[in-house]
């Protein structure tokens, strides 16, 4: 049974397949989520060089058109369509698979042995599993339901 954010996500996902795919870019994302006092509907978007502003602004006007139509979302929503970023989270097993070999930085929701974040090269990915290489060498394997965010690492 979908939670009622799950369900916008993914009847957004849905109108936003077909005008992600016309245009040859990736979907990486869709959340609703409430921050301060107001809603967001973001729907995060990416091709190969980037993602411009352009880009998001044709995404945004052909989804705003479609939300308009369907008119499934109750609640008033403030509706943005970006790049993931650098610090693009994975989510999805493509994200683990493109991102293979590449440094992750992990979050844990409960600290192992006095820490919480840990940074490695991203070595192996199952359903239920992600396993990293730190710097010295170890393998750290975390179960998915302990990890509360993963991400591509960046240096400043």
């Given at each position: 049974?979908?939670?009622?954010?799950?369900?916008?996500?993914?009847?957004?996902?849905?109108?936003?397949?077909?005008?992600?795919?016309?245009?040859?870019?990736?979907?990486?994302d869709?959340?609703?989520?409430?921050?301060?006092?107001n809603?967001?509907?973001?729907?995060?978007i990416?091709?190969?060089?980037?993602?411009a502003?352009?880009?998001?602004e044709?995404?945004?006007?052909?989804?705003?058109?479609?939300?308009?139509?369907?008119?499934?979302?109750?609640?008033?929503?403030?509706?943005e369509?970006?790049?993931?970023?650098?610090?693009?989270p994975?989510?999805?097993?493509?994200?683990?698979?493109?991102?293979?070999?590449?440094?992750?930085?992990?979050?844990?929701?409960?600290?192992?042995?006095?820490?919480?974040?840990?940074?490695?090269?991203?070595?192996?990915?199952?359903?239920?599993r992600?396993?990293?290489?730190?710097?010295?060498?170890?393998?750290?394997?975390?179960?998915?339901?302990?990890?509360?965010?993963?991400?591509?690492?960046?240096?400043?």
């Open positions: 049974m979908l939670t009622r954010r799950e369900d916008i996500e993914k009847r957004t996902e849905e109108l936003l397949l077909p005008i992600i795919e016309a245009h040859q870019f990736e979907l990486v869709v959340e609703f989520v409430r921050e301060g006092g809603r967001y509907l973001r729907a995060y990416d091709k190969p060089g980037g993602i502003v352009d880009d998001c044709t995404v945004s006007r052909a989804l705003s058109d479609l939300l308009d139509r369907e008119d499934y979302i109750a609640d008033s929503y403030i509706l369509v970006s790049s993931p970023g650098l610090g693009r994975l989510k999805k097993e493509k994200d683990f698979v493109r991102s293979m070999g590449e440094e992750v930085e992990v979050r844990l929701y409960r600290p192992r042995n006095h820490v919480k974040e840990f940074r490695g090269v991203l070595s192996g990915y199952e359903d239920a992600v396993t990293i290489e730190t710097e010295d060498g170890e393998c750290l394997t975390f179960e998915k339901e302990e990890i509360a965010l993963i991400r591509l690492a960046f240096d400043f």
